[in-house]
């Protein structure tokens, strides 16, 4: 291709509104241009890297033995309604009506539409298990787009949906995507970790979400410093033994604390350590209260909450509500006396605490001396609160350690709600009607092409990895009135297109600074330059990577590019 053709609209300032390094870049090297706050066109340098990405996610799917195809993003209300996502789902979900006044979803993801399609079309136990995927744009209204490519409103999408008569046909499809989505990131060349995580609203249970690391992400991960083990830190339970203390139980004893309410501030004024305090917070349950326990040091994870109490909602119970239900603010909160219909509950660390001490439920009074069971009964202790970095990691091997993370694939085990709510009923060995069995694997395309953006770049601009590239080499002739030059110039694009070797030929009428800053803004793998010594038909090789540079003999040229680009 050459430069005077396409169109790649360098810019030399940074964006205002780019915080991260590969919004900036990719905006400054002319491949994307945002058209509306998280909505973006991608220009010819980016639509062919997101060619790339979807080249390598494709031959991956097709490994894995799932079959493409393509769904509408219009979508009608009813089969939201069917499965209720059209009530549940908030203002994310964009919505609109045609001219006949009925109802549509753009779609953010295709549950609904491919459980409906395919319940239609498979009848039969003969035809499954069935794979089948789409790489297509979905649309979420998130409220505060942002990074980006990495949180847009309108985004590409790789969603698989896998059809089967029983859980081990499902478990067999779920170990395939994992495998292909191991090596679809291996292949963009990113550093990323499968993660076990939580299966939020989707239901089901194994899911696991593939991580980039990167201090950009919005994601913790906490894994292991010896093992593969990793958790989205909602998910990663705590497997500590906590020892019972042989101390003495002292008599119970409330104090005043005047103005003291924290943790740190109790702790403080009593003397005590953070381990020994008893840090009670009461939640709204769905529709009723529960006080949650955890140690003084310790913070109650609110997704292990949801799943233990196999929640809908779960949310802190306003200061208003605290006051109201414990009559006292939420500072001096604690376990002991509390009304009959608040359920009491903690993390396993409090049931260990000696003379500890807690809020007193009444305003400026805590208590000290606070011995579980004979001072407060609690309906049960569960795993609660957030692993902590050092914690010892829950398969036994190694400390934890936390690290952020870009999540750019979810893949979950679905089961049959949506089968059941869409009527994707087949014909069983038996001749009976069964109800499908499913599961579900997302891709964020467009995210994953910003990840790779993060993790290669550097002052200069990209540093694309030779299988995402737009063009394999960057051709530039230094000075196109030089009649040898550009002779030259134009004699090695022939033969490197000749050799199935793609090039961006930089014919360009600017001077030689501009061609080189958008040349390392670009960031091709490879750059050859035509410039003084062309006479003697001589050419300068420089890699993008580290900078290494020579000069070669057009003679030598291909043998030596396809060398590097191995
Ligand atoms: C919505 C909106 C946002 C959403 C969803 C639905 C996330 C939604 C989860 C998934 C599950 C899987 C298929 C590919 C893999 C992920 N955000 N999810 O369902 F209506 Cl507005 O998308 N879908």
């Given at each position: ?211 980039v690391l990167s201090e950009i992400g919005e ?150 001396n606070v011995n579980p069971d004979r001072d ?191």
């Amino acid at each position: 291709m050459r430069q005077s053709q396409t169109l790649i609209p360098t810019l030399k300032e940074t964006p205002a509104d780019a915080e991260i390094k590969s919004h900036q870049l990719l905006v400054r090297a002319g491949f994307i241009r945002q058209t509306a706050s998280g909505v973006y066109s991608f220009l010819p340098m980016g639509n062919k890297v997101l060619k790339n990405v979807e080249k390598i996610v494709r031959e991956e799917m097709e490994k894995a033995g799932a079959v493409e195809m393509l769904m509408p993003a219009l979508q009608l209300s009813d089969l939201w309604k069917e499965t209720g996502r059209w009530y549940t789902m908030g203002p994310e979900l964009m919505r609109l009506n045609d001219r006949h006044e009925r109802e549509f979803a753009l779609g953010a993801t295709h549950e609904e539409v491919v459980t409906s399609l395919i319940g239609d079309e498979v009848k039969s136990y003969k035809k499954l298990p069935l794979y089948v995927y789409q790489i297509q744009t979905k649309f979420r209204d998130e409220k505060r787009p942002r990074f980006g490519l990495l949180r847009g409103r309108e985004f590409i999408m790789k969603d698989a949906y896998t059809f089967h008569t029983d859980q081990e046909s499902l478990d067999e499809a779920y170990q395939k995507m994992y495998q292909a989505y191991s090596n679809i990131f291996t292949r963009c060349g990113l550093n990323f970790r499968a993660v076990i995580a939580d299966s939020g609203a989707m239901g089901g249970k194994d899911t696991h979400e593939f991580m980039v690391l990167s201090e950009i992400g919005e994601d913790t991960i906490a894994y292991s410093d010896t093992s593969d083990f990793a958790a989205n830190i909602e998910m990663a339970p705590v497997h500590v033994t906590y020892e019972q203390s042989d101390e003495a139980a002292l008599d119970l004893e409330m104090v005043d604390t005047p103005g003291y309410k924290t943790m740190v501030e109790v702790s403080e004024f009593l003397g005590l350590p953070l381990e020994q305090g008893i840090k009670s917070l009461l939640f709204k349950v769905d529709e009723r209260f529960v006080l949650v326990l955890s140690r003084g040091d310790h913070e109650i994870n609110d997704i292990k909450l949801k799943n233990a109490l196999a929640a809908t909602n779960v949310e802190l119970a306003s200061e208003h509500e605290t006051k109201q239900l414990l009559n006292t603010e939420v500072g001096s909160v604690g376990p002991i006396d509390v009304p009959e219909d608040i359920e009491v509950i903690a993390d396993h660390a409090v049931s260990v605490i000696r003379n500890g001490y807690c809020g007193a439920n009444k305003n400026d009074k805590h208590y000290r001396n606070v011995n579980p069971d004979r001072d407060f009964k609690v309906s049960s202790y569960q795993d609660l609160r957030f692993i902590q970095e050092g914690d010892p990691s829950p398969d036994g091997q190694g400390k934890i350690k936390f690290a952020k993370g870009i999540e750019v694939g979810h893949i979950f085990k679905l089961g049959q709600f949506y089968a059941e709510k869409l009527g994707a009923q087949y014909l069983n060995e038996q001749g009976k009607q069964a109800t499908m069995t499913m599961g579900c694997y997302g891709i964020g395309v467009s995210r994953t092409l910003a990840a790779i953006v993060e993790q290669y770049h550097d002052d200069n601009g990209i540093k694309w990895p030779k299988e995402i590239t737009p063009y394999h080499v960057h051709l530039i002739a230094v000075n196109p009135k030089n009649q040898e030059q550009q002779v030259l110039a134009e004699k090695i694009y022939e033969q490197l297109q000749e050799n199935n070797i793609s090039v961006l030929f930089d014919d360009r009428k600017e001077r030689p600074g501009v061609k080189f800053a958008d040349s390392d803004l670009i960031g091709l793998p490879v750059r050859i330059t035509v410039g003084k010594k062309a006479a003697e038909g001589y050419v300068e090789c420089k890699l993008r990577e580290n900078g290494e540079q020579e000069d070669l003999h057009v003679s030598e040229l291909i043998d030596k590019i396809n060398s590097l680009l191995k």
